[in-house]
């Protein structure tokens, strides 16, 4: 069965304080996972945490080189890596605790969202906060 992404999730995703572990941010401006985290940052509020394997600190937030490495809670884990990593990734929010997995746009694992569902995260797959904040 197909993933549906739920508008009410995204909402509260969106609107409520949290702690979000980008993954696949790094100091490249270029990409869009930098565009992205610095929106989710200044424009939602949130806090962001860098996961990467190079641990870099971006706009001024600690980095680190995975999930098991982020000390603290956190509530969304925002999955920045091509589709067939982003199972890894999932599995590795289920077992960091986190609340919710938002695979962004073109990053689609039918059978890691179904993991996460089950484990009891929210699950938005397939599009970008950015987009979402803007409807």
Not at 13 to 30: F, H, K, M, Q, Y
Not at 115 to 131: F, K, N, Q
Request: net charge negative.
């Amino acid at each position: 069965m197909a993933h549906v992404n739920d508008p009410a999730v995204i909402r509260r995703l969106l609107d409520e304080p949290g702690r979000w572990a980008i993954v696949g941010l790094s100091t490249n401006t270029d990409r869009t996972a930098d565009g992205v985290a610095r929106f989710v940052q200044r424009e939602l509020g949130k806090e962001i945490v860098p996961v990467h394997p190079k641990a870099e600190a971006v706009h001024g937030a600690e980095g680190y080189a995975t999930l098991a490495d982020v000390p603290g809670d956190i509530d969304v884990v925002d999955v920045f890596v091509r589709s067939a990593l982003a199972g890894a990734v999932v599995d590795q929010a289920i077992d960091a605790g986190a609340r919710a997995v938002w695979l962004q746009l073109g990053v689609v694992d039918e059978e890691a969202a179904a993991r996460a569902a089950a484990a009891g995260l929210d699950v938005v797959m397939d599009t970008c906060p950015v987009i979402e904040a803007r409807r």
